[in-house]
DNA sequence: CGCCACCTTCAGACTTCGTTAAGAATTGCC
DNA sequence: GGCAATTCTTAACGAAGTCTGAAGGTGGCG
């Protein structure tokens, strides 16, 4: 799960992007709202906590914004205490939940799974493929009815190369999926995950590309 | 993917120069505005990165001729920290993304990745022709309905005469395709690919125009 | 008929990817 | 708050794939 955090306090944002990273978000935070409309337009997150009050670019411009391209990536905005309006004013533009500062970070956890939950209740159901069976809500993998157990990051990987098979996911993608921009890690962290899934499955289930990237056929 | 970057800063331009000569960019390396414009009017890019600050030409007038002599090549600009006219002006005479200096080698090149998606977005599609079917997103390559492995160059030579067919590319401008300026080889590996490509596919798909380079006929 | 441009082939250099294993970092548990 | 277990990263090396440069062959064109 990719997130943008767009929050221009500090303390709090660092708070928020570590809490969150514990919970095994990946997580890019931002600090302004014209660079987070940008990212927002042409990077892939599936889903944005939204301070309002920002430098650049007012949070609600940028929801509005991110609208009016037609996007409907969950959204949740986080606003002062007494703007009353200004939630009202974030609903109207699209913000699909809000918070009011100060809030407590078990809430904004639960919150934000619940949107997730929601958002994915548009696609959800099963992953059935090659043998394989994933469940998005539970992040439980079996295999040719066995369960097995996926380390965080490899559910994300195996995730991401099923939704939906048959697509090449370029070593750029990946990576970003898994490291956002913090630091990519220069060693060969995705093959090395890569092979574990082989290793766990059938190790002809994900197919190189090389040079590009890695698949999964569509159909076997 | 060919790349121009016009950094006046050894240092800087050193290290982006080689991040994305590892990202498997074509990448040239300019140091002054005018040379830069030269360039970027006589030769073909996919992207240009420019500092705004430099010698000879500053950055927003390479910018702003550029746009005049009516191209729209995807171009982001690099600023400094606190110089938010430039930046302003930058978007104003038609970059299409910014970096504000120090930047993140990793979020450059998502940046650059986001932007050529995004231009190549404008005329993506399949490309189909005598059989081929190429996929520029994914950079699968099927013929006949099979599947057929390239190596990236290969790709990239066959891509570039597709789109479109008809027209015959010069061995110059192949060359500059698959090498940039940089070293020129100095052999016959062009021949060589082309030689691969025709045994991949049909021998008869690449017409060789004596003297001047290639093509791939209109109808077939 | 001879020159020149291009084709074909191939071996060695070079890159990228897979595989391991060990140590670092993180998490969970008491 | 410290220990144990899990997970992640790094690095080294080997395997596989890709590119290059060179040599010799072929065919068009004057």
Redesign the pocket.
């Known amino acids: 799960m990719r997130l943008l955090l767009i929050e221009d306090d500090i303390a709090l944002g660092e708070g928020i992007h570590q809490a969150l990273?514990?919970e095994?978000y990946t997580v890019d935070w931002l600090q302004d709202g014209s660079s987070a409309l940008h990212s927002l337009l042409s990077e892939t997150f599936d889903l944005a906590v939204l301070d309002l009050g920002l430098p650049r670019m007012d949070g609600l411009e940028v929801l509005r914004r991110l609208r009016d391209s037609g996007s409907n990536l969950p959204v949740l905005i986080l606003t002062a205490r007494d703007a009353t309006e200004d939630r009202i004013a974030g609903l109207d533009a699209g913000a699909d939940d809000y918070l009011i500062k100060p809030f407590d970070l078990a809430e904004l956890k639960a919150r934000l799974r619940a949107l997730l939950r929601r958002s994915a209740g548009r696609a959800h159901a099963l992953i059935e493929h090659a043998g394989i069976s994933l469940n998005p809500g539970t992040q439980q993998v079996s295999y040719q009815g066995e369960p097995v157990?996926l380390?965080?990051?490899?559910y994300q990987l195996l995730h991401e190369l099923l939704s939906p098979p048959g697509r090449v996911m370029t070593?750029d993608h990946l990576m970003q999926l898994?490291?956002g921009w913090n630091e990519e890690?220069?060693?060969?962290?995705l093959?090395?995950?890569?092979?574990?899934l082989?290793?766990k499955f059938s190790?002809d289930l994900i197919r190189?590309v090389?040079?590009?990237?890695?698949l999964v056929e569509e159909r076997r």
């Open positions: 990273g514990r095994g157990a380390t965080p990051k490899e070593r898994l490291y890690a220069e060693s060969n962290t093959e090395v995950h890569i092979h574990h082989r290793k190790s190189t090389r040079g590009v990237g890695y």
